[in-house]
């Protein structure tokens, strides 16, 4: 109906403002202030721009797609292009919130071995957009455009080989990353929670002691939220796929409705990560404050860098 559709659009509209303004300033914030420029803060600009990627390729072309009943209007190349680039997109989130969990837990529970340096974050961001697109690779091979009917359509040399590559994305996108970053921060709790004990014996070091841990325990937090919004904005979306490929989801009449809703929270998460950042974290709070108070220190900060 015309109300489903002005609700839709409007939540697209809303999604777009929220994640190009939030995204882009956590990329200008972390790019231009000093202080911002820590190895978790590269792996959090390399998540802004992932969610950039998914906001300003995906949205704007799939609009169109949906409201002309998922016919193709773009041509063969960008039908082998967009949807692959939101896959690769979504792969390099958890990847990177994979990544930054990792990083954490080798600082905060091995504090005095041989930490991760920018170069070396660097490096592991090269790294993992070159697996993303290694593993987008057989998408962009069987997605082409049937001229007779206009749909931009995978075309697998066999539906065992289309429910093999469904099963790994679940598998590589979801599932196994999201375990690996639950036992990282079950072992970083356990490990500041004894560490509340463990700072009273060293009581001349003791208010710095408190202070790096208590950063530590922001940045967790914000990372710990910043992950339960990817893991409950994409599971909707695996399902409707799953529920395809595996039950009887393309005999139900209103499935690619579903499809459009659970795009719809996929892209929200693009949106309120950096929500996420502004109330978990008060630097990012301090930064974002500066910017739309047009402050003047923005112009000294802009100089120091």
């Keep these: 109906s015309s109300a489903i559709k002005g609700i ?12 190009v303004i939030g995204n882009t300033l956590v990329c200008v914030v972390i790019a231009r202030r000093r202080r911002m420029r820590t190895v978790t803060n590269f792996f959090v600009l390399n998540l802004a721009a992932s969610d950039l ?55 905060i529970v091995y504090p005095l071995r041989k930490q991760m340096t920018k170069k070396h974050a660097f ?15 057989p998408y962009v091979v069987v997605l082409n455009l049937n001229e007779t009917t206009n749909y931009c359509e995978e075309n697998w040399p066999g539906i065992e080989y289309r429910k093999a590559y469904t099963a790994s994305l679940f598998a590589l996108q979801y599932l196994l990353p999201l375990c690996m970053i639950t036992i990282a921060y079950l072992k970083i709790g356990l490990e500041l929670r004894t560490c509340v004990n463990v700072k009273r014996r060293y009581s001349v070091n003791s208010v710095l002691h408190n202070a790096r841990r208590n950063e530590a325990r922001k940045v967790v937090r914000m990372l710990i939220v910043v992950t339960l919004l990817f893991a409950i904005c994409v599971l909707p979306n695996n399902v409707m796929w799953l529920w395809l490929d595996f039950g009887n989801g393309a005999s139900y009449s209103k499935f690619w409705d579903m ?34 108070t047009c402050d003047p220190k923005i112009f000294q900060s802009m100089a120091e860098s």
């Design 259 to 292: 499809v459009a809703f659970t795009n719809i929270i996929l892209f929200a998460n693009s949106a309120a990560n950096p929500i996420a950042y502004t109330i978990c974290h008060e630097n990012f709070r301090e930064e974002f404050k500066l910017y739309f």
């Design 123 to 137: 490096v592991v961001i090269v790294v993992t957009w070159v697996v993303c697109a290694l593993l987008t690779v």
């Design 53 to 107: 990627a998914i906001t300003c390729i995906c949205i704007p072309f799939d609009i169109p797609v949906q409201e002309n009943h998922h016919k193709w209007l773009y041509g063969q190349v960008l039908c082998k292009l967009l949807y692959p680039i939101q896959t690769m997109a979504v792969f390099s989130s958890i990847f990177t919130l994979t990544a930054v969990s990792l990083n954490r837990f080798w600082a």
């Design 8 to 19: 839709k659009l409007s939540l697209y509209a809303i999604i777009f403002l929220i994640s």
